[in-house]
């Protein structure tokens, strides 16, 4: 592969299996044994952190552009990633989209062929606009960050639309510098180009977190039951949520304890806080209670990032209580939602160390560069 010229705008990696280079070399050749083209098979010869199965390259072949419609060369080919949950693409947008159909890949320097064209990135094209390089699974984490803004999931503030984010890279873009195309962020999450040598990945311990695929992580759902303890001390239910209150109520107040239930979970948690402010009906009924925590959780109303969490697993642990306790009240979801939504706290561990799944950890870094991006 050589020195990569140019690194993905949201993650900071290359685009390809950084080992393609290192297949032949026989001093690096432990890193690479049972090589296949894309994915890197389990070897007991290898250094301990990249033993794991976790650590396959596919998800690094499949790039996307990022840009503007309007200041793209398009030919018939040319379609943009279409999400059902964003605002439907136009031709002559100035709202920026994803291009990666047909298959978009890398060239060599700054170019990447797509639909039957070749574009430069990382350099201004036509009226300064530039088109960024990205992962695929990188553009759609950025696509998941705007869809939970435009959603009410997360804050609005900072960077309140994916245009604003677009703008933000062109400012942080400086085109053609020290013989690549690059982002210069300042953050020291971008990471992974950090480990290119001068024509290999130079392996150092940990250094393999940043490649781990971001979108899926098998191991998310057994990580977060191990984060999930029993309530100290135990809540008890309130009696103002007993289904057999039969004080007099009228209209919206008066529907079942566990209709409201539904709606609720069914609600982004800022709209559900809202909700609570409507009565003082509403205010004692919706109380911030373990099963609130819960639902709102296994919802994807709290944690916009947990979307491969696997809902009935989380479930059939909660029903999983000592004799005598009752489900509804025994576990700390509360607890679980502080710490799953302290997405810095989280990078800044070591996922090697403290048990994080890796793709999960990658996940929330790439989170917080998009999230905090106007910071930077
Ligand atoms: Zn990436």
Known sequence: MGLPEVYCSVCGASFGNPYDSLVDDPNTAYLVQGHTNHDFEVSKTRPPDIRNADVTFQWLHDAQLFGIPSSLETSEELKPVVYADMPAYKRTDEHPAFFGDPYCHYGEGNVFHLGGRTYPTHYPINNGDILFAMHSNCANIIKRVFVAKQDGVIAKDGLPTLRAYYDKLRQQCPGYVDEWWNIYWPHEYYGACDYWGYDEWEYAKGCQKFLVDPLHDKNLTAFVLEVLKPAQ??????????????????????????IIDQVVALLPTASALSLRLVSSTFATRIQLTQ???????????????????????CRDMQQGVPEGEDPDWYWDWRQLTRYLNDVASIVEHDPDSSGIPRGFWNRCRLWLTVVEAEVW
């Open 233 to 258: 001390p135990r809540e008890e239910a309130p009696l103002l949520l007993s289904k057999t209150s039969n004080r007099r109520t009228s209209g919206l107040d008066s529907l079942p304890t566990e």
């Open 291 to 313: 099963r609130f925590f819960r639902e709102q959780l296994l919802g994807g109303n709290l944690v916009p990032y947990l979307w491969d969490l696997d809902v009935k697993a």
